[in-house]
């Protein structure tokens, strides 16, 4: 829960820190490249978190890693590391994309479901929620077997349930 914290006052600061410098296209790009590293190199997570690393040995490597990022974002993730919160800098990054989408009024929803769903499905089931958000929706569709049928939908903190798997445990609950 700290570390979550920490990563969204971070966020908020370098979000904060780019629009004042007019860099929020360059550093959002430096920002998804270290998530795209993170991603496919597990080792990058592992080196952040070994305390056995030294700070400067860290900071060394950041910046040979990404010799292309901008001079900002660079002092930025420097500071991060300097401060003892390396630890936590995968999560100031997911932070500071959240914080850009809410910021752009970019809604983030998933829908989750058993199979492909039809387009118009996808349709009916956005025009139901378009009352709900304030902005513009960005799907992520999600395949899950287990839901047998139906789908979960995702807002934010708010989840919609009408899958077959749920229905199933509710009503195995009500006999119960």
Excluded at 8 to 16: D, F, I, T
Excluded at 69 to 89: A, H, W
Excluded at 100 to 110: D, E, F, N, S, Y
Excluded at 148 to 172: C, E, T, Y
């Amino acid at each position: 829960m700290k570390s979550n914290k920490a990563a969204v006052r971070y966020a908020k600061a370098l979000l904060e820190l780019a629009t004042e410098h007019n860099k929020v296209e360059l550093i959002e790009a430096d920002i998804l490249q270290l998530l795209k590293v993170s991603n496919e190199a597990h080792d990058f997570q592992v080196f952040l978190n070994s305390p056995l690393i030294n700070i400067d040995k860290k900071v060394a490597v950041i910046k040979q890693i990404f010799p292309d990022f901008n001079q900002t974002t660079i002092d930025f993730l420097s500071l991060v590391t300097n401060n003892g919160r390396e630890t936590v800098m995968i999560d100031i990054a997911k932070q500071f994309i959240s914080q850009l989408k809410a910021q752009r009024g970019i809604v983030p929803i998933t829908i989750i479901s058993a199979q492909q769903l039809e387009e118009s499905t996808k349709q009916s089931i956005l025009s139901k929620i378009s009352a709900a958000i304030a902005g513009t929706p960005e799907i992520t569709e999600e395949i899950d077997a287990d839901l047998i049928g139906g789908f979960i939908v995702r807002m934010g903190d708010h989840q919609i349930d009408a899958s077959v798997a749920s229905q199933l445990q509710r009503l195995k609950q009500q006999f119960v």
